[in-house]
């Protein structure tokens, strides 16, 4: 504003003014004045720029490292969030482990103390293993004319099925098949469950 007036107080000097060196020096020094002023001018606003772009780039670093944080932080949250649910997933899941062990463990124990029941008790095998006993041995180690396998401790299920399929003529191993027939026809169905039973606990 102050520079518009300088110009017009120079202006106004130039026209009352008569020409002659005067006038030339007055042209002049208002010349170098306003010229001057300009520079002062621009030179202001140069610096007003400046201030104003590094204001601003210290306010946008400012926000940048603000969300940074916001978003270091939601992560952390995230993170621990999720290590916190696969710990509760891990002990939930050691407790249905641990549980299943221990219900298996007690079936386990039942079925092996009720076969040993089974088995203390089984004196109707005993006495029906009487007469394998003289070619099979009163251990079951013993391969039956030297030809059989040794059933003791064969499945029990595998020798129902045997003395089953001997009792029904439809088993004939190394040539034994008549021979097991004439043992094994008098069992029933009874008897040859508590037999087998007998030679798989030998």
């Known amino acids: 504003m102050k520079n518009i007036t300088l110009l017009s107080l120079v202006a106004a000097a130039l026209l009352f003014t008569a020409c002659g060196e005067k006038t030339k020096e007055a042209a002049t020094e208002a010349t170098n004045k306003v010229t001057e002023a300009v520079k002062e001018d621009t030179a202001s606003v140069v610096e007003a720029t400046k201030k104003a772009v590094t204001e601003a780039a210290e306010a946008t670093a400012a926000k940048a490292a603000e969300v940074k ?42 079925v092996v103390d009720s076969a040993k029941e089974v088995v203390a008790d089984n004196t109707a095998g005993k006495a029906a293993y009487a007469k394998c006993a003289g070619c099979h041995g009163a251990d079951g180690k013993t391969k039956a004319l030297g030809k059989s396998a040794v059933i003791a401790g064969e499945a029990a299920t595998d020798l129902e099925t045997k003395i089953a399929a001997y ?25 040859i469950k508590a037999v087998a039973a007998y030679i798989s606990s030998l």
């Open 167 to 191: 009792k029904a003529g439809t088993r004939n191993v190394a040539g034994m098949g008549m021979l097991m027939k004439g043992q094994v026809a008098s069992m029933d169905e009874a008897t």
């Open 69 to 110: 944080k916001a978003a270091e932080d939601k992560a952390a949250e995230a993170a621990q969030a999720l290590k916190e649910r696969a710990a509760a997933a891990t002990a939930a899941a050691s407790a249905t482990a641990a549980s299943a062990t221990e219900s298996v463990k007690s079936a386990a124990t039942s």
